[in-house]
């Protein structure tokens, strides 16, 4: 049989098929190979053992999880959002083949002016939706919830609302993921996936809530062909190998003068530019 693995508890791995959970153990020679929360495995379901997993779309070591599809980053006006961090989770996606998704959250209490400058600065660069955790407006967050999916952001824009607001309105939870134990003090060590009806997978994680450079494994040179909203207007750049960084023949920079490019975008984009060109690689 098939099945996605929910849950990791040392060497046992959990998978919810046909309304039934099946507790599995790795065959010796996948044991080196580790299994993770989100990969996809047949097993046999009378010896409960992993036969086999299916190749990876990604695996990301922290928090540990496989085959993440979307990543829902949340911010809101307050606290202040920290947008060299969204940057760099957007970053991140992009290079791991996540589809990032922004999630204004708390518009029950965000100024207008505040949700317009968001949608500015990304309008060119990921799907952006706006809901509130708090009045449960969030049909939005629900209809993007497919494959397995996790939330990032700051502390305090509301990750554990969102997971909890899921709950209050009654979707169904599959199998023993429904059981609300632990739900908010998570650790970045352990991850777990709540089973949403039709394909719906959302890892209760709270480990993508600051970015570390160094997991973002790139050659610096490479770092402009992330940024979409870059990428129509660096065609004017004088060279093809342009790296934005200075004035002289730059459209990139010449359009930010503008105010055509986004003047954070293009700062933040500097300074990690500046950050993984310090970066030693081994
Ligand atoms: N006004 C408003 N407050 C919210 C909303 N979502 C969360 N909060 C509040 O924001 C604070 C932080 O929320 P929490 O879910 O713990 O954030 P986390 O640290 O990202 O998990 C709490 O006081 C929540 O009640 C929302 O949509 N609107
Ligand atoms: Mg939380
Ligand atoms: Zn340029």
């Known amino acids: 049989m098939k099945g996605i693995v929910y849950k990791k508890n040392a060497d046992k791995f959990s998978v919810y098929v046909n309304e039934k959970t099946f507790v599995l153990t790795a065959r010796k020679n996948l044991k080196d190979q580790g299994v993770f929360v989100g990969d996809v495995i047949d097993f046999d379901e009378n010896e ?18 496989a085959n993440l599809d979307k990543m829902f980053i949340v911010i809101c006006e307050v606290p202040k959002p920290d947008l060299y961090l969204v940057d760099k989770m957007i970053l991140f996606c992009f290079i791991y083949k996540i589809q990032p998704i922004l999630v204004i959250n708390k518009c029950d209490e965000n100024s207008l002016g505040f949700v317009n400058e968001i ?37 305090a824009v509301g990750k554990s ?108 984009y500097i300074k990690l530019l500046n950050v993984l060109k310090n970066i030693k690689r081994y």
């Open 48 to 65: 409960n053992i992993i036969n086999k997993i299916f190749d990876r779309k990604n695996l990301l070591v922290r928090p540990p999880i």
């Open 161 to 268: 609302s969102i997971i909890n607001a899921i709950f209050n309105e009654n979707l169904e939870v599959i199998g023993d993921l429904s059981k609300k134990v632990d739900r908010g003090k998570q650790t970045t060590r352990i991850v777990t996936l709540y089973k949403f009806d039709k394909n719906k997978y959302l890892a209760d994680t709270a480990g993508f809530s600051k970015l570390d450079e160094r997991l973002i494994d790139i050659d610096y040179h490479d770092l402009k062909n992330y940024y979409p909203d870059f990428l129509e207007i660096s065609k004017g750049c004088k060279y093809r190998t342009c790296m934005h960084e200075t004035k002289k023949d730059c459209n990139v920079f010449l359009e930010k003068e503008k105010g055509n490019i986004s003047k954070i975008r293009y700062e933040n």
């Open 119 to 155: 949608e500015n600065i990304y309008k060119n660069v990921l799907k952006i939706i706006k809901i509130s955790a708090k009045t449960q407006n969030f049909e939005d967050f629900l209809e993007n919830l497919e494959g397995v999916c996790t939330l990032a952001g700051q502390s």
